[in-house]
Nanobody, 127 residues
Framework: QLQLVESGGDLLQPGGSLRLSCAAS????????VGWFRQAPGKEREGVSC?????????YYVDSVKGRFTITRDSGKNMVYLQMNSLKPEDTAVYYC???????????????????WGKGTLVAVSS
């Protein structure tokens, strides 16, 4: 069974940085588009960032995180990361990674078509 596991969530102050990790075991993440999503309390889930499969590598970001978040892949470790800088209280949410067999998922405004999901990791930004 395909699985994704997120890690790296934490409680930190505004302006801080954090790197989230998304790990896959037993299958090669390089062939999949991978997205990061978040869901804040009382709000709908939103797509934060997406990276196409390794053969393409294009990256996408929601406007609210552009210039602050960076999505990358480490093929050797079969991982995808989300580096988050200049964190704000409004970034507080449970963050999920998800994978899609089609790169077009990243081109979609809401990164639809993801069919493998992790269970999430909590990021809390507060002073």
């Amino acid at each position: 069974q395909l699985q994704l596991v997120e890690s790296g969530g934490d409680l930190l102050q505004p302006g801080g940085s954090l790197r989230l990790s998304c790990a896959a075991s037993g299958w090669d993440l390089d062939y999949y588009a991978v997205g990061w999503f978040r869901q804040a309390p009382g709000k709908e889930r939103e797509g934060v960032s997406c990276i196409k499969s390794r053969s393409d590598g294009s990256t996408y970001y929601v406007d609210s995180v552009k210039g602050r978040f960076t999505i990358t892949r480490d093929s050797g470790k079969n991982m995808v990361y989300l580096q988050m800088n200049s964190l704000k209280p409004e970034d507080t949410a449970v963050y999920y990674c998800a994978a899609s067999e089609t790169d077009s998922s990243c081109s979609d405004p809401v990164y639809s078509g993801m069919n493998v999901w992790g269970k999430g990791t909590l990021v809390a930004v507060s002073s």
